[in-house]
């Protein structure tokens, strides 16, 4: 499979208001690929038709080669901004519970990854730090043994050293053979090295869907530097 991800004319409106607006492109297989815009752009809104958490209003939506159905969860594992754990579940029965819930979850590496990050297995996740409640989630999301990895402004709100910490894990854990992820943000300077593809949104469109590679080779931009161009 080439492209893992194909919009074709899609549009997404809640009631009146245009969050997505008639865009078309494709998502390469494998690596990892930064959505980048700014706020209230259609980051979320796209990030969330991929993983079939909200229905799009026009268009054609392919995941992993299938129309997108609520049944796309299955391939995804989806990393939201407000995250979803039980607050009475320690940290290990957080890992534990979700290998019960999902059948592709790897418990052995959300061990490792927690381990690794030194997060306290026994404490309860309500009593966790911001920092140490997001290295759960990651460890969390990393675990998924699916082809599509999503993450929503992973590192948003977070301190340096815990944006450190998630953006080793990425580079560490993610099987790029086998795995794409698709990682929204506002930190581009951070992200820029891990990054293989990038998607500017602007307005409810996509003004760049390019290789950084390519980008260099052709422009002698930076991410960054095609974003100051591109989403003033
Ligand atoms: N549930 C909703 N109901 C109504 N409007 C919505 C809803 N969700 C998003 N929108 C609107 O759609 C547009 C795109 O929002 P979206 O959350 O996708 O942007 P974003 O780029 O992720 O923003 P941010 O960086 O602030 O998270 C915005 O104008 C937003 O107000």
Do not use: W
Not at 41 to 47: E, F, I, N, V
Not at 199 to 215: A, K, M, N, P, T
Request: aromatic content about 6%; charged content about 25%; some cysteine.
């Amino acid at each position: 499979m080439d492209n893992i991800i194909t919009f074709q004319n899609v549009s997404k409106r809640y009631g009146l208001s245009k969050a997505l607006n008639d865009v078309s492109f494709q998502i390469p297989a494998g690596g990892i690929i930064g959505l980048v815009g700014h706020n209230g752009s259609g980051k979320s809104t796209l990030l969330k038709l991929i993983a079939g958490l909200v229905k799009k209003t026009s268009g054609e939506l392919t995941v992993c080669g299938e129309s997108v159905t609520r049944l796309i969860g299955r391939n995804v594992a989806f990393l939201a901004e407000v995250d979803s754990l039980y607050d009475f579940y320690t940290v290990k029965e957080t890992i534990e519970f979700c290998n019960d819930v999902f059948p592709d979850f790897n418990e052995q590496k959300a061990f490792e990854i927690v381990a690794t990050l030194k997060v306290d297995q026994t404490k309860k996740v309500g009593t966790l730090s911001k920092g140490n409640r997001a290295r759960v989630k990651i460890a969390i999301n990393l675990s998924r043994n699916v082809p599509l990895l999503i993450m929503d402004e992973p590192l948003s709100g977070l301190d340096p050293l815990v944006r450190e910490d998630i953006i080793k894990m990425i580079a560490k854990y993610v099987e790029m053979e086998e795995q794409t992820l698709i990682i929204s943000t506002h930190e581009v300077t951070e992200i820029e090295p891990l990054l293989d593809h990038v998607i500017l949104v602007r307005d409810g469109e996509i003004v760049l869907s390019q290789r950084v590679e390519e980008l260099r080779e052709t422009k002698g931009q930076s991410v960054l530097d095609a974003m100051k161009e591109l989403l003033k």
